[in-house]
């Protein structure tokens, strides 16, 4: 699976990426992202919610998230 990684970078970094990434994947098809900032969290988490697409959620870390995307 391919990873995003957005550790240390601020919005829209971290969207602009996303935003490549969805443009190559197929229905099915998934990807993570990475970050360490709540603020891009939230961010992501707005621009996902407007995509046909799933995700979820998970800290691994205290402050480091991965974000699972996949195209529906």
């Known amino acids: 699976m391919d990873t995003i990684d ?3 970078d601020f919005c829209p970094i971290p969207i602009l ?7 190559t994947l197929k229905p ?5 992202v990475m ?3 709540d603020c891009v969290l939230e961010s992501i988490d707005e621009f996902l919610t407007r995509k046909v697409i799933s995700y ?4 691994m870390n205290h402050g ?3 974000i699972t ?3 529906v």
Do not use: R, Y
């Open 6 to 8: 957005c550790i240390g």
């Open 17 to 23: 990426k996303i935003k490549m990434m969805l443009q």
């Open 28 to 32: 099915g098809d998934s990807f993570q």
């Open 35 to 37: 970050t360490d900032h």
């Open 56 to 59: 979820t959620v998970e800290e």
């Open 64 to 66: 480091i998230f991965i």
């Open 69 to 71: 995307v996949k195209k």
